[in-house]
Structure formats: structure tokens, C-alpha cells
């Protein structure tokens, strides 16, 4: 089932542009419906030094979000308007200035949410909160890496998982749609008697109609996230599919993860669900 409603988390001018071109084409590719989303936080009342409530600071707070939230609507409308495609614009204004917190109802009403990838060394909370909150998959889209719209080699990052299979079937419509899929199995325990791994999702997505292949590979001396780097390397992948939190929330963010570092390092599109 191809995607039909696509939200756009946008959060500040230096993505707006980036991502409502790419969620754009994406939606004119699906024939879908687009939704760029942007929250404020509501100005809080301060006092001055004598204790008297500081209002012109909060009108001054609240005419700046004013003005940002027009820019990004504006950057919003000219990347829809050309391509003709069904568009909206949402602008929400809440406590927490949190888009993805604040559009909670909005993104689960949606096909996919798209996101970018955080330039800092720490996992937005944005995209945290969209994955354990919103029950929809979120593709992030990288900072160092062009911005698409379709994806020709998708690989699939399996370990058999519920999440990764969540991820897997719901990123059907680009794996579809893509030349080629593979599916990855790294460190995979050896069953005897069992099919190999990845064999039986590599079979049910070909009855899709996916071309499917399956590599198995040791990490050794390397974290899983520096193999499926080094794999989309060799591949000339575009698209990394993976089964967010596989482990708790808590232990990647007092440890690191594979989820953490795709959203903020991996070099390619990730599509993650959960």
C-alpha cells in the first residue's frame, strides 16, 4: 500500500528548504497528500528586576515566533506550489516548542513522517519522541547526503526482531519500488537445521515482488553500525531500513545503540520504525 498522507516535521530555516522539496517530490511520487508541521513555544511570562511582568519581552518573544513561523510556512508553500501536489501547512503553538511532541495526533494519523537528521551528537528528542509515541514510521533524512525522494538499492538491516519486522513491511512501498533490496544479517546465530538466516523475509517480500538478495556478515571487531556503513558503502545503497529500539530506550541512551547513531550519523536515508 503506497503512502498516501506524508507529515513533514520542520523545525528551523536551515532545513525547511531541504525538506519540504524532498517531502514535495516524494508526495507528487505517491500521489499523497503533504503536511508541513512547525510548533512555537508559547512565551512564558517573566518579571523584571522590580517584579512586574515583563510584557514587552513577551510580545517581542511572541512577534519573533510570529515571524519564523511565516518564513517556514513561506518556504513551505513555494517548494508545494510548483508541483501541484494536495499540501497543507500546520502551525501549532505549545509549552514545549516540541513539533513532533506537539503534532502527536497529526503525525498518527499519517502514512510516514519524514525528519532530519539531528547535527548535533545527541538523538533529537523530536525523533525519540515520534518513534515511541506516534506508532509511524519516520524516515530521516541525512545532513551530508542528497536529499531523495525514491531510493534505487534499499538494505535491510534483520536480526529477526518484532521491530525489525515492523520496519521491513512497513517500508514495503520503497522496497518495491527500488531496483534492489538487501537484506542484512549481521552476526547471525548459526541453527542447525534452520533455513539461513534472513531466507524466509527474503522470500516473502519477493512473493511481493521485490528483487531480494541476503548477505551475512560477522562484525568481529567492528559495531554493528560501522558494518551496515561499511555494507552501504560497498553497495552504493541510498536507503537503510532498520527496526528502531530494539534494545530499550534506556540502555541506548546510556550506552549507544544502533538506533542513536543512525539518527544522527548514518550517511544515508533511514527509514526506522517500531
Not at 33 to 38: A, D, N, S, T
Not at 75 to 86: C, L, M, N
Not at 134 to 162: E, H, K, Y
Request: charged share 20%.
Amino acid at each position: 500500500m503506497p503512502f498516501k498522507t506524508i507529515l513533514g516535521i520542520i523545525e528551523d530555516s536551515e532545513e525547511a528548504e531541504r525538506l519540504s522539496s524532498c517531502a514535495s517530490a516524494m508526495a507528487e511520487r505517491f500521489g499523497a497528500h503533504l503536511i508541513g508541521l512547525h510548533a512555537e513555544v508559547v512565551p512564558l511570562p517573566y518579571t523584571s528586576a522590580i517584579g512586574f511582568p515583563d510584557t514587552e519581552l513577551v510580545q517581542a518573544t511572541a512577534d519573533a515566533n510570529r515571524e519564523r513561523s511565516k518564513e517556514l510556512a513561506a518556504i513551505f508553500a513555494k517548494a508545494t506550489r510548483d508541483s501541484g501536489i494536495s499540501a497543507e501547512w500546520q502551525n501549532i503553538d505549545s509549552f514545549s516548542g516540541d513539533t513532533a511532541h506537539a503534532g502527536m495526533a497529526v503525525a498518527r494519523c499519517c502514512d510516514l513522517v519524514l525528519a532530519s537528521q539531528s547535527a548535533s551528537d545527541v538523538a533529537t528528542p523530536e525523533i525519540d519522541t515520534l518513534l515511541y509515541e506516534a506508532g509511524r514510521p519516520v524516515l530521516v533524512m541525512p545532513q551530508d547526503a542528497p536529499c531523495l525522494s525514491s531510493f534505487r538499492r534499499v538494505i535491510v538491516a534483520w536480526n529477526g526482531s518484532r521491530e525489525s519486522a515492523r520496519a521491513t513491511f512497513d517500508a514495503l512501498p520503497f522496497i518495491l519500488d527500488a531496483e534492489s533490496t538487501e537484506i542484512l544479517c549481521i552476526d547471525a546465530p548459526d541453527v542447525p537445521g534452520a533455513l539461513p538466516p534472513g531466507t524466509e523475509i527474503a522470500a516473502a517480500l519477493a512473493r511481493h515482488g521485490a528483487a531480494v538478495s541476503v548477505h551475512a556478515e560477522e562484525s568481529g571487531d567492528r559495531t554493528p553500525d560501522d558494518v551496515m556503513r561499511e555494507r552501504l558503502l560497498a553497495t552504493g545503497a541510498d536507503l537503510l531500513v532498520l527496526g528502531a529500539y530494539s534494545h530499550s530506550w534506556l540502555r541506548e541512551l546510556l550506552f549507544g545503540g544502533v538506533t542513536r547513531s543512525a539518527v544522527r550519523a548514518m550517511p544515508v536515508a533511514t527509514f526506522l520504525s517500531r
